[in-house]
Structures are given as structure tokens and as C-alpha cells.
């Protein structure tokens, strides 16, 4: 049976992001306005796409847990999908693909997806044309791979699925504004996989850093610091106290990245 990837939900959203991505490394704001709406309509969380959309991440990202959690987790799973409509997910891709097709070009599609062989293995347990004999054989690959062990060789093959995208970005971003830290990895990572949740979990973690950034500032304006400095950290402050109150935009992303290395030199330079 040939895999039709065009009708693996996973899939499209592996290519999404990786054109996202690229548009952002490139500069192009129309485009990544293009993907970022397209993304925004087709997988903001309470869509079928979404719904669909974690149930496979829950076999493509669960790892070092008891092969009898691993069977239970599954079958729950594939229950789950199995109360999905079918009709209406086939509907919903259809209309996913002509947006991209329509707004993106049918470039997308040849975007190199490093896992795509396990997305089509997910896809095959889910799919009831599969024959049986292969479907099982998935599944315990699923299993295995979901109660392996950790040990140097597994944690050295589990790269995330953007690793080559998400490492260009960091690459030109370091070009232009030096080595990125640690929390500022953090930040870019959680913006550019914030499409599947509708930026839930973007929401919580700038929640957290950007309270963790006001506290370090605060100390900053407390110590005996010249007064432009004083004035220019008490500036930084407001936009921070400002930011909570509304959406995130994405002019919003250099500036924290920048709020990231203000505190890191405040902190660590006399």
C-alpha cells in the first residue's frame, strides 16, 4: 500500500512548520503571515486536525515508559481515533491542502521531513486499510520504541523533528546577534512549535520567564547602578509589565530575546 502523505495530518504539520521556519530565516513576513494563518486556522486547539494531531504525538513522542504502560497508552490511543470521523477528517485535510496549495504553491510538498517514515508507520496503525500482519508490526515498533531504555546511542538518534530547520535559525540568528544562551533557545524553540496548541504552552512559559526576567531587572534597579542604566532597565520593565496585558505578537520575539541578554549581562558583567 502506497502512503499517501498529503493524508497524514502529521505529516502536513511537520511540512508547515518547516516552511514556516524557513520563511522566518529568510525574512519573508508575507509568507510566514501566510503559514502562520493557515496553521492558525487548521490547527488551533478544539479543531479535528488538532484532536488528530495529538493523538499521534502521543506515539511519535512518548518515550522510556513500561512496555505494558506502552500497549495500554496504545490501545487507548487508537480507540481515540477510532471515535474520530472519518469522513469529516478527510474533509478537513482536503481543505487544509487547498489552502496550502492555494496560498503556499505546491513547493511544500517536497520539503525533506527526516521521520517521515515513522509519521507513515503512525499513520498506518491509525488507518483500518492497513493489513494486519503489517499493522501489528508497527505497533510493536511503537511499543518498543515508546518503553526503550535510555542509554547513549538511543538519546544520541532522538533528535526533534526540526532539528535541521531549528538549527539553521539558530545558526543565522548567532550570526547576527552573537551565541545564543540557553533560555533564549528555550524561547525560539517554544515560538516556533506554538502552532499546535494555539500557543498554549508559549503562553506559559513567557508567563514564567518574563516574571523571572522582571525579578532580575528589579534586583538590577536596586543595586547602585548609574542612572541611565537605571532609567533604561525601569524602561525595559514597563514593556514587560505591558506585555502581560495583551497577545503576543511577533515583533514581540526579538525584543525578549533581547530582554533575555540585557539581564544576562546585567548579571554576569560589572
Not at 502506497?2 to 511540512?15: C, D, L, Q, S, W
Not at 511499543?143 to 535510555?150: A, E, F
Not at 495583551?246 to 554576569?268: A, H, N, P, S
Amino acid at each position: 500500500m502506497r502512503h499517501n502523505k498529503k493524508r497524514n495530518t502529521a505529516f502536513i504539520y511537520e511540512v508547515l512548520t518547516k516552511e514556516l521556519t524557513k520563511a522566518i530565516l529568510d525574512k519573508n513576513a508575507i509568507r510566514k503571515l501566510s503559514i502562520m494563518g493557515i496553521l492558525k486556522e487548521h490547527f488551533t486547539q478544539g479543531t479535528l486536525l488538532a484532536e488528530e494531531l495529538n493523538l499521534y504525538n502521543v506515539l511519535l513522542k512518548t518515550r522510556y515508559i513500561q512496555p505494558k504502560v506502552a500497549e495500554r497508552l496504545l490501545v487507548e490511543t487508537k480507540t481515540a481515533h477510532g471515535h474520530l470521523d472519518e469522513n469529516a477528517i478527510f474533509d478537513a485535510q482536503s481543505k487544509l491542502i487547498a489552502a496550502i496549495n492555494k496560498g503556499l504553491g505546491q513547493d511544500v510538498w517536497s520539503n525533506f521531513i527526516p521521520n517521515f517514515k515513522t509519521l507513515a508507520s503512525v499513520d498506518s496503525i491509525f488507518s483500518s486499510k492497513t493489513a494486519v500482519k503489517k499493522r501489528v508490526l508497527f505497533e510493536q515498533a511503537a511499543i518498543d520504541t515508546m518503553s526503550t531504555t535510555p542509554n547513549s546511542d538511543t538519546l544520541e538518534t532522538m533528535v526533534p523533528i526540526d532539528t535541521l530547520t531549528y538549527g539553521s535559525f539558530i545558526k543565522k540568528y548567532n550570526e547576527k546577534y552573537g551565541d545564543l544562551h540557553q533560555e533564549q533557545k528555550e524561547l525560539l524553540n517554544r515560538f516556533i512549535t506554538s502552532f499546535a496548541d494555539d500557543g498554549f504552552e508559549l503562553r506559559l512559559y513567557l508567563n514564567e520567564e518574563l516574571s523571572r526576567l522582571k525579578g532580575l531587572l528589579s534586583k538590577t534597579a536596586e543595586a547602585d547602578l548609574k542612572p541611565l542604566i537605571s532609567q533604561k532597565t525601569a524602561q525595559v520593565t514597563d514593556y514587560l509589565n505591558e506585555f502581560k496585558k495583551r497577545d503576543f505578537f511577533d515583533g514581540d520575539l526579538k525584543k525578549i530575546l533581547k530582554t533575555q541578554e540585557l539581564v544576562r549581562e546585567l548579571q554576569y558583567n560589572d
